[in-house]
């Protein structure tokens, strides 16, 4: 099996998360993606984020009907950082393989990811483009260690065969949607999830409200 993993805060999850996922779902020939829905992102502010349950289940509401797993494992893993969340997944699912999918954005500021190096040499990835942020991603330094493992995206569905560590840029139309903007335009959304209690789409456990 086959599986696109998608990190993110998702506060709130839209439209955009989902184009995403299903386009590099078909570009990867992946089984499934699941959607991370992370506890506390270490590289954001808590400030303006809205609980657990409430990012979930709006995350559910944008992936409902698609191959899309909504999931909070990593408040059951009890980790933090990405390159801690994969080597508990590899372990938990080994019949599983896992493609870290990230948008250009998150390439611009990977070097200051705990162990990216580690995260590259273990796992394979797909960053998916976003309008705006070529420039520093391709400029950043994590791309300036990266570069020479670039596959050519011809390749991108043989990236089960692939020798770590290997990256594979992946063309998306442009989407302005973001998280910002909705938020911006909504800041209280999160209150239309109040007593939501989302059933985790992996674990099959309750997403208590925190």
Do not use: C
């Amino acid at each position: 099996m086959t599986v696109g993993l998608l990190g993110g805060s998702f506060n709130p999850a839209h439209g955009g998360h989902r184009s995403i996922s299903l386009f590099a779902r078909e570009a990867l020939d992946l089984d499934e993606i699941w959607w991370l829905v992370s506890p506390g992102n270490p590289l954001k502010p808590r400030a303006g984020m809205a609980p657990l349950a409430a990012r979930a289940a709006s995350a559910q509401k944008a992936a409902r009907k698609a191959p899309i797993r909504v999931t909070a494992i990593e408040r059951d893993l009890r980790t933090r950082f990405t390159v801690d969340t994969l080597r508990k997944l590899r372990l938990r699912y080994p019949r599983i393989r896992f493609i870290w999918l990230m948008g250009g954005d998150n390439l611009a500021q990977f070097h200051q990811w705990k162990a990216w190096r580690a995260i590259a040499r273990t796992n394979a990835i797909a960053v998916i483009a976003r309008p705006g942020y070529n420039r520093d991603a391709f400029g950043s330094p994590a791309m300036a260690w990266l570069r020479r493992f670039v596959r050519p995206a011809s390749q991108r569905k043989s990236w089960t065969k692939w020798r770590l560590p290997a990256l594979v840029h992946l063309r998306f139309r442009p989407d302005p949607r973001s998280a910002t903007l909705l938020r911006q335009k909504a800041p209280l959304w999160h209150r239309s999830y109040a007593f939501a209690m989302p059933r985790d789409g992996v674990t099959g456990r309750r997403i208590p409200q925190e």
